[in-house]
């Protein structure tokens, strides 16, 4: 028996176009992939349904977002970097963990920010992202509670410092 071929992911730049897959693979991946890590109430909090995607997705064109794209144009994955460094958003679909998109577009905006001159990224990951970041050599700077929508949610403040 011969196993499917593995799709191939394309890393495209942002399109405005692309609002809704994106706030709807977010709404997703944080509903099901942090749900181990958070209260319902908190889920709701960071990613509350009916976001508006045009609005939330807004602060992409201000920033370097690259989505991953399998042939088919189905978005699996997205992420964006701000030019002092900051990784803002990493996000993989649901039903597309553990397939190396996530690390595709980390390596990405990594190599984008030691493109531009930048000596670190830093992130604030999740309780749930927290080990993939740590895997990718970020170390730990604080913990820290945040509140959304008058919930507190506990994320982690973190760098990877490039060498010289």
């Known amino acids: 028996m011969s196993t499917p071929a593995k799709k191939v992911v394309l890393l495209c730049p942002y399109l405005p176009t692309d609002a809704a897959q994106l706030a709807a693979l977010f709404y997703g991946s944080v509903h099901t992939v942090a749900a181990r890590d958070y209260t319902p109430a908190q889920l709701d909090a960071w990613a509350p349904a009916g976001i508006d995607p045009e609005k939330w997705c807004a602060p992409f064109l201000h920033s370097k977002c690259i989505v991953a794209m399998t042939e088919d144009a189905r978005i699996v994955g997205f992420g964006n970097l701000y030019a002092d460094g900051y990784l803002d958003r990493l996000y993989v679909h649901k039903d597309c963990q553990r397939r190396g998109i996530g690390r595709r577009i980390a390596d990405y905006l990594e190599k984008t920010a030691q493109s531009h001159g930048l000596a670190r990224v830093y992130t604030d990951a999740s309780l749930t992202a927290r080990c993939f970041f740590e895997a990718r050599g970020y170390t730990l700077l604080r913990a820290q509670e945040v509140v ?17």
């Open 148 to 164: 959304r929508q008058g919930v507190v949610l506990r994320n982690f403040c973190m760098e990877k410092r490039f060498s010289k």
